[in-house]
């Protein structure tokens, strides 16, 4: 069993950024995927970052993202990040972390076994 809690939303102006942190707990995280998905209202969640556990911790993006953001993890700290540079109003969401022991298909929501609750990222033009 994993427990994620998110944690670093809040309201930023367009061209800032932001640090979303998801704290887990649980045995041998360490051999978890994470991902880090986003709902907007009215929208579907959609996928926008994983870090594998294998493969020296591959890491993989949605294309939208333009490489603004970064997604890493601290094994240690059992903890994942997801780094949001130059911000735009389109990526206001709710944010979730999630976790699975799959090593595939890391875009799908549904290969994820965990999920946090959310954390509200609001960006104004």
């Known amino acids: 069993q994993v427990h994620l809690v998110e944690s670093g939303g809040g309201l930023v102006q367009a061209g800032g950024s932001l640090r979303l942190s998801c704290a887990a707990s649980?045995?041998?995280?360490?051999?978890?995927?994470t991902g880090w998905f986003r709902q907007a209202p009215g929208k579907e969640r959609e996928f926008v970052a994983a870090?594998?556990?294998?493969?020296?911790?591959?890491?993989s993006y949605a294309d939208s993202l333009e490489g603004r953001f970064t997604i890493s993890r601290d094994n240690a700290k059992n903890t994942v990040y997801l780094q949001m540079n130059n911000l735009k109003p389109e990526d206001t969401a709710v944010y979730y972390c999630?976790?699975?022991?799959?090593?595939?298909?890391?875009?799908?929501?549904?290969?994820?076994?965990?999920w946090g609750q959310g954390t509200q990222v609001t960006v104004s033009s």
């Open positions: 999630a976790a699975k022991r799959a090593q595939d298909r890391d875009s799908d929501l549904r290969q994820y076994d965990y």
């Open positions: 649980g045995r041998n995280f360490i051999w978890y995927t």
């Open positions: 870090n594998r556990w294998s493969g020296g911790g591959s890491t």
